[in-house]
């Protein structure tokens, strides 16, 4: 079936640092799979963050930004500087175009972002 | 904007007993509705896909029987755990699309503690 892998939490690093967090996919039954990066803020709901719908192509959204790569299967989260209110679980999720009827989400990521 | 309530948002019930939640759209019309469940350490997975007029489709380990959904309207829907055990602690997440090709907006979630 198809999955999702992330960098295992948590993520801990400084305000006005960088981040990566690695997001590999398998896709046995979708030649080319929505993907997706949602976040979860404490107490508050699953919001998405960005989606990419093309391979090769680049989404962004709020200074993060995350590129589809056919090749490698990966759809990794970047930020240059991370903010404290940055401090969020991020999910990593695959759909299958054009009846997206079922998200496949990865385990997610804690990141803290200290002051 | 779109957006979706859960309710409640945490809830404790005896081992064996039954809960019911509920999911509201609020923006826009809930086409279908998407039940996920996050076990304790485990990422979030498909229950079932609620689409009004058309019957509501099970993921594999999750029955009508275990889970009733209800969805009778373009704003509205439900599940209830019955007869709940340990194993169905965890948080259960809607979503909810206008059509088959537009992103998922999901609630915040219902927390279930089973003691």
């Known amino acids: 079936g198809d999955s999702v892998t992330q960098t295992e939490g948590p993520v801990t690093v400084s305000e006005s640092e960088s981040l990566i967090i690695n997001c590999t996919y398998s896709?046995?039954?979708?030649?080319?799979?929505?993907l997706f990066w949602y976040v979860r803020y404490p107490g508050e709901g699953l919001q998405l963050l960005l989606k990419?719908?093309?391979?090769?192509q680049k989404g962004s959204s709020r200074g993060f930004e995350a590129t589809y790569n056919k090749e490698t299967t990966s759809f990794h989260l970047q930020k240059a500087s991370v903010q404290e209110s940055d401090s969020a679980v991020y999910y990593c999720?695959?759909?299958?175009?054009?009846?997206?009827?079922?998200?496949?989400f990865g385990t997610g990521t804690r990141l803290q972002v200290l002051p | 904007g779109a957006l979706v309530y859960q309710y409640p948002r945490r809830t404790i019930c005896k081992s064996g007993t039954s809960m019911r939640m509920e999911c509201q759209a609020v923006?826009?019309?809930?086409?279908?509705v998407a039940w996920y469940r996050q076990s304790p350490q485990k990422t979030f997975e498909l229950i079932a896909l609620?689409?009004?007029?058309?019957?509501?489709?099970?993921e594999q380990n999750f029955t009508q029987e275990k889970f009733p959904i209800s969805h009778p309207n373009l704003s509205f829907s439900s599940m209830t755990v019955l007869n709940a055990y340990l194993e169905d602690r965890g948080l259960y997440l809607c979503g909810a699309r206008v059509t088959a090709n537009s992103d998922y907006t999901f609630g915040s979630g219902t927390r279930l503690l089973v003691i």
């Open positions: 999720a695959l759909g299958d175009p054009p009846n997206t009827n079922k998200v496949v």
């Open positions: 609620s689409t009004v007029n058309s019957a509501i489709k099970y």
């Open positions: 923006g826009f019309q809930a086409t279908s």
């Open positions: 896709a046995t039954s979708i030649a080319y799979p929505n």
């Open positions: 990419v719908i093309t391979a090769g």
